[in-house]
């Protein structure tokens, strides 16, 4: 197990689009482990592959108070299931560290992904869970919370971090 450096916006490798998991590996498993030790060391309720620099469709998150849930989601695919129903959270990203900013999404979606071994398995998130795995499937596309704000404070938020880094 291995606590893995995360990328910051605006790192261009954030951009990227993950490639498809094919392989159900020994290395698989450990960078899942990765992800979640990563993830519990800077205090994070989810994190996705692409954060630390790995392009490839792997998401985990754990919404409990203290590592009690960790949750795995190889190659997620999200079906909104009401198009209507829609809620606002204020989200952060361990990629975009101090900031946190509302993002209204669907509150009421289906997860289908694969597990560590390729079974297949659908889940129906509520509250809190839904809104971690939206973000984090989000990061497999190359996107990221700041695209749901208006340009300005994108580009306020990317020059102060950028200053951070130097
Ligand atoms: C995504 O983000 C998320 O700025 C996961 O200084 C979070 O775990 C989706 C974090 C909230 C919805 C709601 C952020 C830690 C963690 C920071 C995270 C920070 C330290 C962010
Ligand atoms: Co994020």
Request: aromatic share 6%; charged share 30%; with cysteine.
């Amino acid at each position: 197990m291995t606590i893995r450096k995360i990328l910051t916006f605006p790192d261009p490798k954030l951009r990227e689009v993950a490639k498809e998991v094919t392989n159900f590996d020994s290395n698989l498993k450990e960078l899942a482990n990765d992800l979640l030790e990563t993830m519990y060391e800077f205090k994070g309720i989810g994190l996705a592959a692409i954060q630390i620099g790995v392009n490839k469709r792997i998401i985990v998150a754990d919404i409990s108070d203290e590592k009690q849930e960790p949750h795995i989601f190889v190659n997620p695919k999200i079906k909104v299931l009401n198009e209507n129903k829609k809620g606002g959270y204020d989200e952060g990203c361990l990629s975009i560290p101090g900031f946190y900013e509302e993002v209204i999404r669907p509150t009421q979606v289906e997860i289908s992904f694969q597990n560590l071994s390729g079974e297949n398995e659908k889940i129906i998130p509520e509250g809190l869970l839904g809104v971690v795995v939206q973000h984090e499937t989000d990061h497999l596309d190359g996107k990221l919370m700041v695209d749901y704000i208006s340009s300005v404070k994108r580009q306020r938020i990317r020059s102060k971090l950028l200053k951070l880094k130097k």
